[in-house]
C-alpha cells in the first residue's frame, strides 16, 4: 500500500509540475509576443528610440525566461530563439530594415514554442 501511494504521490508532482510549466511558458510567450508586436509597430511608424527601448526590454525579459525556460524546455527550442533576440537590439539601434522581418520571424518562433509546450490530448498520446 505504501508503494501505491508514493507512486501515486510522484504521478501527482510529475502532472502538476507539467501543468505548472505549460502554463507558464504560455503567459511568458504570450507576453513577448505581444511585446514583439508593438516593438515592430513602433519601428515601422518612425520611432525608433522608443522600439530601441521596447527591444531592450523585450531582450531582458527573454534572457529572465530563458533562465527558467531551460529547466522545462528543451534546449534546441530555445537556441534559434536566442539569436534572434540577441540581434533584434542591435538592429533597432542602427535603424536596420532588416528588424520587421527578424521581428516578424521571432513572433512566430515564440508561437510555435507556445503551441509546442501547450499540453493538448494529440501531443500527449
Known amino acids: 500500500m505504501t508503494r501505491l501511494k508514493i507512486s501515486v504521490i510522484v504521478i501527482l508532482v510529475l502532472?502538476?509540475?507539467?501543468v505548472f510549466s505549460g502554463v507558464w511558458v504560455d503567459k511568458k510567450c504570450?507576453?513577448?509576443m505581444e511585446l514583439s508586436?508593438?516593438?515592430?509597430?513602433?519601428?515601422?511608424n518612425g520611432d525608433y528610440e522608443k522600439a530601441a527601448e521596447i527591444t531592450a526590454q523585450l531582450q531582458g525579459k527573454w534572457e529572465h525566461f530563458r533562465a527558467g525556460?531551460?529547466?522545462f524546455v528543451r534546449n534546441n527550442k530555445l537556441t534559434e530563439l536566442?539569436?534572434?533576440f540577441a540581434r533584434i537590439h542591435h538592429l533597432t539601434?542602427?535603424?536596420?530594415?532588416?528588424?520587421?522581418?527578424?521581428?516578424s520571424e521571432l513572433y512566430h518562433l515564440l508561437e510555435l514554442l507556445k503551441n509546442s509546450e501547450t499540453p493538448r490530448i494529440?501531443?500527449?498520446f
Not at 39 to 44: I, R, T, Y
Not at 96 to 101: D, G, I
Open 15 to 18: 502532472m502538476s509540475a507539467s
Open 93 to 103: 539601434e542602427n535603424e536596420s530594415e532588416e528588424l520587421p522581418s527578424e521581428l
Open 37 to 44: 508586436r508593438y516593438a515592430e509597430e513602433l519601428f515601422q
Open 30 to 32: 504570450s507576453s513577448l
Open 122 to 124: 494529440t501531443s500527449v
Open 82 to 84: 536566442d539569436r534572434l
Open 69 to 71: 525556460a531551460s529547466v
